[in-house]
C-alpha cells in the first residue's frame, strides 16, 4: 500500500490589480513559490499565499472591486514584470511582513504596464491560528467605493 502525502491546498481569494496608485497588499507570508502561479501568457511566475494584516481591495477585468479585512488569506500570481522583478529580488519566507503597493502606471506602445513597490520585514508577521490551520475563502465582503484606503 502506498504512503499517501496530504497536499495543503492554498485556500484564499486571487488579488487582481486595479488602475489606482496605492492598492496595495499588506500581510504575513504564509507560503512563498518561485513557479507556483501562472502569468496572462501561460508561463510560470511567483505565487504569494498571504494573511492579510490590512484591508486590502481586488479589482476583477471589469473593474468591479472586493474588499478583504485582516485575517482573510489572499493568493497573488506574481506574473506582471514589474511585481515578479520585485517579489524575487524580496525572496520572502513564511512568517515575513510584505507590503506590495501600485505604485505607478506607465502608458507603453502596446498598452499599460503596472509598476510595483514592495517592502519586507523579515520574520516580524504573526501567523494566526486559523492560518495555520484552516485558511478560509470567503470572498463576499463587497464596496462600490473605489477610493482609498485599500
Not at 7 to 31: E, F
Not at 34 to 46: I, K, L, S, V
Not at 89 to 108: S, Y
Request: net charge negative.
Amino acid at each position: 500500500m502506498p504512503d499517501w502525502e496530504t497536499v495543503d491546498v492554498p485556500r484564499g481569494a486571487y488579488i487582481g490589480w486595479g488602475n489606482k496608485k496605492g492598492q496595495h497588499v499588506t500581510g504575513t507570508v504564509l507560503d512563498y513559490d518561485t513557479q507556483g502561479g501562472t502569468d496572462f501568457g501561460g508561463r510560470t511566475c511567483p505565487q504569494l499565499e498571504v494573511e492579510l494584516t490590512e484591508r486590502a481591495a481586488s479589482f476583477d477585468k471589469e473593474g468591479d472591486r472586493t474588499n478583504f479585512e485582516p485575517g482573510e488569506v489572499v493568493m497573488l500570481t506574481c506574473g506582471q514584470v514589474s511585481l515578479k522583478r520585485a517579489v524575487k529580488k524580496a525572496d520572502p519566507a513564511r512568517g515575513d511582513l510584505l507590503k506590495i503597493t501600485l505604485e505607478n502606471l506607465v502608458k507603453v506602445s502596446n498598452g499599460t504596464v503596472k509598476e510595483f513597490g514592495i517592502q519586507i520585514a523579515r520574520g516580524a508577521g504573526k501567523i494566526s491560528e486559523s492560518a495555520r490551520t484552516d485558511a478560509t475563502d470567503d470572498a463576499d465582503a463587497t464596496d462600490d467605493d473605489d477610493e482609498p484606503p485599500f
